[in-house]
């Protein structure tokens, strides 16, 4: 590099901290990275670091919730998918000689919200006439594990699909878990009689381990039967919680160590448009009272995973609640209106609708002796959830509709909970017209935080490090509440990816007295039902597939701090890009610096952590790097890109080397 050239790279200095020396020599510089450890930083989000949840990609039902039943309810509708109707997913079985006939029924549902139930009619019983269910892609069950099986049923006669049989007497049933063979794995038996709907439950063993069973429900009388809620719920849930989640999907959230959750999106609380906004309502209480419905990502929400069950997961692993409710508008790419398709709520219908969202708080925070707090202590939760957050919108237009209902919602939530924060929205975009308007207007409003959004190209996250040295830092705070660097194969995460987005956490995390929160997005995808890449967490029905993106996200969140320390870091310009940041986490006192080198060469450094005593310290040093920037982790082998971790000892000046292309932590324990 010529002289000139090294003179012009003063004016390149990135993140605000970057010193170009020159020494005089035509030498390479060597990097430096001089931390004022002694010192006491300044104070920023202890919550930087949490984690996005939307039901896309079938990260709820087949995902996340663990019912192992597809379309238990028959409520499946071709306003989901043109092929689907309520017996989707169903098939009738008559075996050894049996007939019958089952038919979808409406006139007496289990309640209002959940109107179709199946009348499965046994002309002759043979060795059983009955319903079968593949779940989603197959039933993973594991040999000697329990699983409960449940349904809600009454006996249907004369007059209900022409069942007949004999009144006074039961009609037996029996339930099995079945290989795709008709090998039985577990069964149990019930005699069903009455005509009110009823729950029965009982336990199955399976023998042994298949990714891939089906439950066959039998009946064996001539008559019939009233069937719903037909649900399979493995007893290992996540914190064995009733109606809970998939244990190893949530133990890898929990394993992120989320400072906080948002829920339930992203676009879904656009819901179906005005009057069909996601409502958090019809997901609390008894799951055969919820109302299911169509995702907006075009399949099916049962909503057993509903309100509680997020408030209750955040609970379990120790991350604060931020739901997000619509801002009384459609979302501006869904309609045909005059502002780029979005729709406000009619303003006679806004009280009804803020009113909702007032209840969402009492729900959560209040008494249980409040009308919404006692139907939380009613499902299980005595004791507040402890509310923070409140999201209001997500990615809208800011137009006069959007502002008006914002305002509205905003100004009720503070005259009547001035201890809710706010989370207001800037657009779907970092920049531009939306983002413009939706700050103008946080600044009108006084708003405490807004939620930005950002799914860019590597190299924008490289570009844009000091993004938010900028920020005013009396304004508004920052939620980046979805970020992902899109690689050029945008179908595919990588490490050149996760590293872009490493550096720009580095970037959150040096300003984090402007950036409160930050989460990844989307986080979760079943495979052959994924419609957005990349993701943070694939899975099929028996693995989860975590990716470099995930390991990134898990160095920062489980390395995060309370105070962000000065450091200068002198560098040779010839050096790819580099990404620091030093926070010190003032409860276990720990020094922890993070380093990110996206170039092809790796880079020794020479570090010094100015104020520290000169004797050893112990520290873990954890790297995470791959075979290149393409690499990322290929389901069923052993991942390529996955954080290593090591205990040293270093004393307050080191030499570290940066390998190319790679994220290291250093947790520094003084
Ligand atoms: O994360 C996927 C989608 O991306 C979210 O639903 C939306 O907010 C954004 O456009």
């Not at 399979?232 to 849930?237: C, G, I, M, S």
């Not at 005059?338 to 609708?353: I, K, S, V, W």
Request: charged share 25%; with cysteine.
């Amino acid at each position: 590099m010529k002289w000139s050239e090294k003179l012009g790279m003063r004016g390149l200095m990135a993140g605000g901290m970057v010193f170009l020396f020159l020494c005089g020599m035509v030498h390479a510089q060597k990097t430096t990275l001089i931390v004022k450890a002694g010192e006491n930083g300044k104070a920023i989000s202890s919550d930087l670091f949490g984690v996005f949840f939307e039901d896309l990609n079938y990260a709820a039902d087949g995902g996340l919730y663990a019912e192992l039943i597809q379309n238990r309810s028959f409520e499946y509708s071709p306003t989901e998918q043109s092929d689907w109707h309520p017996l989707k997913f169903w098939e009738l079985v008559k075996r050894g000689g049996g007939d019958g006939s089952v038919n979808v029924a409406e006139m007496r549902p289990i309640h209002e919200n959940n109107p179709h139930y199946a009348l499965l009619v046994v002309r002759r019983p043979g060795e059983g006439v009955g319903l079968a269910n593949d779940g989603f892609d197959g039933i993973p069950v594991t040999g000697g594990e329990a699983y409960e099986v449940s349904f809600w049923t009454y006996q249907a006669f004369m007059g209900e699909m022409w069942g007949r049989g004999d009144q006074s007497r039961a009609m037996p049933v029996t339930v099995r878990l079945e290989t795709r063979n008709g090998e039985l794995l577990a069964e149990a038996a019930f005699q069903i009689k009455g005509r009110e709907w009823r729950r029965v439950s009982a336990k199955l063993k399976p023998s042994r381990t298949v990714p891939d069973a089906r439950l066959v429900l039998l009946a064996h009388e001539m008559g019939g039967l009233a069937l719903d809620m037909i649900s399979l719920f493995p007893e290992k849930t996540f914190r064995n919680r009733p109606n809970g989640l998939r244990a190893d999907l949530a133990q890898a959230v929990a394993d992120l160590q989320p400072k906080f959750m948002r829920f339930p999106g992203g676009c879904l609380v656009h819901g179906g448009g005005v009057r069909r906004f996601y409502n958090w309502k019809e997901t609390v209480g008894p799951v055969e009272q919820r109302r299911a419905r169509r995702n907006l990502w075009g399949y099916h929400q049962t909503m057993g995973l509903g309100y509680y069950e997020y408030f209750q997961f955040c609970e379990d692993i120790g991350a604060k609640p931020l739901p997000v409710v619509s801002a009384g508008v459609s979302c501006q790419h869904a309609g045909s209106s005059p502002n780029r398709g979005q729709e406000g709520l009619p303003m006679d219908e806004m009280p009804a609708y803020i009113q909702d969202i007032l209840d969402l708080i009492e729900w959560a925070n209040g008494p249980a002796t409040s009308k919404w707090g006692a139907k939380r202590a009613a499902a299980g939760h005595p004791e507040p959830f402890g509310l923070k957050y409140l999201g209001v919108g997500n990615e809208d237009a800011i137009t006069p509709e959007f502002k008006e209902r914002f305002k509205m919602i905003y100004e009720a939530v503070k005259a009547r909970h001035p201890e809710i924060v706010v989370v207001g929205t800037v657009g779907p975009f970092p920049a531009g017209r939306d983002y413009d308007e939706g700050w103008a207007f946080a600044r009108e409003l006084k708003l405490p935080l807004v939620d930005e959004h950002f799914y860019m190209a590597p190299r924008w996250f490289w570009d844009n490090l000091s993004r938010y040295d900028r920020y005013d830092r009396q304004g508004a705070k920052v939620y980046v509440g979805e970020y992902a660097a899109h690689d050029r194969d945008r179908r595919r995460n990588s490490l050149r990816s996760a590293l872009a987005e490493a550096a720009g956490m580095t970037g959150f995390e040096r300003n984090g007295d402007v950036v409160q929160f930050a989460s990844y997005a989307p986080l979760f995808a079943r495979r052959g039902h994924t419609q957005w890449h990349p993701d943070l967490i694939y899975f099929n029905g028996t693995r989860v597939f975590l990716t470099p993106n995930y390991y990134v996200q898990q160095m920062f969140s489980r390395n995060s701090g309370d105070r962000a320390l000065e450091f200068e870091l002198q560098r040779d310009a010839q050096n790819g890009p580099l990404a620091v940041s030093v926070v010190r986490d003032s409860r276990s006192g720990h020094l922890i610096l993070k380093m990110v080198n996206g170039g092809d060469a790796a880079v020794p450094v020479s570090v010094q952590l100015n104020g520290l005593p000169d004797r050893e310290f112990p520290v873990t040093r954890t790297v995470l790097t791959g075979p290149g920037p393409d690499a990322f982790n290929v389901d069923d082998q052993p991942p390529a890109v996955k954080p290593v971790a090591e205990e040293i000892r270093l004393r307050p000046a080191f030499e570290q080397e940066l390998p190319s292309h790679s994220l290291i932590v250093l947790r520094v324990r003084p």
